[in-house]
């Protein structure tokens, strides 16, 4: 990595790393987010930096935007983002992730996808290889269904062991040839 990339990337973990407590505490909230009966103490300048959206949202409602057509536990995923910059992929379902793609696009929240992938990658395991090869392919994430195949192909012994592997794939028979090739070297 260059230098200016390095600098790049610290500031923003710098970014990432002063506004989430910010959020984690409320300290100087003046907006309100609520969602199924639960309440999110937010920043208007957070969000309507990050989301049109939400600027239309905000002079709409001043002091508080009901969420209707979204689930809480996604919202805060969407809101964390919104703070940081990254996705926290601990305990997420490929369910979740669907859901937390359409508020995204429903928000008009750029860069979701990129930051979900990016945590997918970083986290990958022999335990989520599989679903992370379908949810790559299922959502057109091309780096993280590549990563998937070249991390199954380089444990294909333990991979052919694992019960779950064939079960998950049964419905992708396509993958099961692109894992194949993968491994032959086409």
């Not at 003046?30 to 300048?45: A, F, G, R, S």
Request: proline share 2%; hydrophobic share 45%; with cysteine.
């Amino acid at each position: 990595m260059n230098k200016l990339a390095e600098k790049q990337a610290a500031l923003f973990q710098h970014c990432a790393s002063t506004l989430l407590p910010m959020l984690q505490t409320g300290q100087f909230s003046d907006y309100k987010l609520q969602c199924d009966d639960m309440v999110i103490d937010v920043h208007k300048v957070i969000l309507a930096s990050r989301s049109t959206v939400f600027v239309e949202l905000i002079l709409k409602h001043p002091d508080l935007c009901v969420v209707t057509d979204t689930d809480f536990d996604t919202l805060s995923l969407l809101v964390k983002f919104l703070y940081s910059g990254q996705v926290d992929t601990d305990n997420l379902s490929p369910s979740r992730i669907i859901s937390l793609l359409g508020a995204a696009q429903k928000f008009q929240v750029e860069m979701v996808k990129e930051g979900l992938e990016a945590a997918l990658m970083a986290g990958m395991t022999v335990d989520s290889v599989v679903d992370y090869l379908i949810i790559g392919e299922e959502l057109e994430l091309k780096d993280l269904k590549d990563m998937s195949l070249r991390f199954i192909g380089q444990r294909s012994r333990e991979m052919r062991e694992r019960d779950d592997f064939r079960a998950k794939l049964k419905d992708y028979p396509h993958l099961l040839m692109e894992l194949f090739e993968a491994a032959s070297g086409n």
